[in-house]
Structure formats: structure tokens, C-alpha cells
């Protein structure tokens, strides 16, 4: 039985006093479960705030990006190192949004992957297809293509969370059905199995991103290969938040 995941991506939202006066009555609110992890990804200003007050809470602290060397002269960037000491166990890379706005490339992102589960992190890996790529029929095609190349020359996927996030249901309400989640979500598992064997593909979390909210949450974790959400402005505020987190299996 894998323990689900559920994330908060609060992408470039919230300062570091809003994110205190959420993360503070979010402890406070939440049940707690047995069967799922809780995490939060804030901006990386409001990670060492937001890090004291979760400390002995049931919630995880993530982050939203990273760079891959370990130190030195790169302005402007953050190391695992760092997010490490601010009590980080997770981090997100290769979403769509640096994909596309940063042009992030999978050469990129899987330099990203090593270095974080080389540290110690969680390494949430993003993929998704466009809606053109869904249109022309090469959904699983683009999928595949991510998945190997971000994870070229990993041993195996202990330290990796994977998201499936269709870049057209992301921050659109228009999330994909929860059918067509779990047909690509199975897909993946069977890749993950091809690439690393029986054991990591039954162990691998997959996540579902992409306009996840309290009216849909409850039927995309029916589904057997959806082990978990990614879930973006419907973190952002408490009342949804805590509905999607709540889900009913
Ligand atoms: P959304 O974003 O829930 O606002 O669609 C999801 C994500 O980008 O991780």
C-alpha cells in the first residue's frame, strides 16, 4: 500500500507574513492521517519562517526549484544545500512553468534530479504533454520521452516522486478526467517498471497536477494509479486546501 502525497505548489504567491499567518492556522486545522503525507511548497523567502513553525507538525516543506551545482559563482540561484539546512525534504523540477517560461530542457532537469536525490531530497519530477501533443496523439510519446530522459543515468527511483501534470489543465479549471489521468498515469507505471523494475514501479508515487480542487479531488484518488496531487491555486487558500487534503478515497 503506498502512502499518498498531497502537495501545495504555491508557485509565486504569498510573502513570508501571509505565508506565516496560513501555515499557522493550517497546523492548527489539519486532522491527522495515517495514510497520506502533507507538504507545502512556498517561495523560497518564506521557507526559513515557515520551516520553525511546521517543526513537530505532520506537515512537509518543500521547494519550488533548485539549481544543480553544489556552490559557487551563480547569481541569483539556491543550492540543495541551502533548502537542506532550512529543513526542505522535497523540491520540485521540471514543471511546466520553468519548462516553457525558463526554458528549462529534460538535459536540465535531470542535472536537477541527480543532484537532489544525490543530497538526500525528494525529487518531484513534472511531466506533461501539451494540448497540441494530446490533439496529435503523442501524449504518451512526449511522457516517455521526459520520464527517460530526466531520469538518464539514475539507479533507480528511491528518492523520485513523479507528477503527471497536463500543461493543459494546469491553472485552467480544466482538469484532465479522472480517466484520462489514470490511463497515463498506468502508462507511467508500466515505463517506470520497463526502466527500473517490479519493485520501484509498485513503490513510485505518481501524482495527479493540473486544476485539482475540492470538487474533483475526491474522484481523480478513486483511480488506482493516482497516488497522490500536485496542486496549485487551490493550495493557496485554507478552506480548499483542507477539502483536498480531507479527500475521501
Ligand atoms: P493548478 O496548478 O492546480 O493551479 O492548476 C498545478 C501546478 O502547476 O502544479
Given amino acids: 500500500m503506498r502512502k499518498s502525497l498531497v502537495a501545495g505548489n504555491w508557485k509565486m504567491y504569498k510573502t513570508p507574513r501571509e ?3 496560513f501555515v499557522k492556522v493550517l497546523k492548527d486545522s489539519v486532522k491527522v492521517y495515517s495514510d497520506r503525507d502533507i507538504l ?7 521557507l526559513v519562517p515557515v520551516s ?5 507538525t505532520p506537515i512537509k516543506l ?5 539549481f544543480f551545482e553544489e556552490e559557487g559563482a551563480f547569481t541569483g540561484e539556491i543550492s540543495t544545500r541551502m533548502l537542506k ?3 526542505v525534504s522535497y523540491i520540485i523540477c521540471g514543471h511546466s512553468e520553468r519548462r516553457n517560461i525558463f526554458m528549462e530542457t529534460d538535459e536540465i532537469v535531470n542535472k536537477k534530479v541527480k543532484k537532489i536525490i544525490s543530497s538526500g531530497i525528494t525529487a518531484i519530477l513534472c511531466v506533461g504533454e501539451k494540448l497540441e501533443e494530446r490533439e496529435k496523439g503523442n501524449t504518451f510519446n512526449v511522457i516517455e520521452r521526459q520520464i527517460e530522459k530526466c531520469l538518464e543515468g539514475i539507479k533507480d527511483t528511491a528518492g523520485v516522486v513523479i507528477a503527471y501534470e497536463p500543461v493543459w489543465a494546469i491553472g485552467t479549471g480544466k482538469n484532465a ?3 484520462q489521468a489514470e490511463e497515463v498515469h ?3 507505471r508500466g515505463l517506470i517498471e520497463k526502466l527500473f523494475g517490479k519493485d520501484f514501479a509498485e513503490k513510485i508515487l505518481i501524482l495527479y497536477g493540473g486544476s485539482v480542487k475540492p470538487e474533483n479531488i475526491d474522484s481523480l484518488m478513486a483511480q488506482k494509479d493516482i497516488d497522490g496531487v500536485l496542486v496549485g491555486g487551490a493550495s493557496l487558500k485554507l478552506e480548499s486546501f483542507l477539502r483536498i487534503i480531507d479527500y475521501k478515497k
Avoid: H, R, W, Y
Fill in 19 to 21: 505565508s506565516i499567518e
Fill in 40 to 46: 507545502i511548497c512556498p517561495p523560497f523567502t518564506s
Fill in 52 to 56: 520553525d513553525i511546521l517543526k513537530g
Fill in 62 to 66: 518543500g521547494a519550488q526549484n533548485v
Fill in 85 to 87: 539546512d532550512t529543513g
Fill in 177 to 179: 478526467t479522472p480517466e
Fill in 186 to 188: 498506468s502508462f507511467i
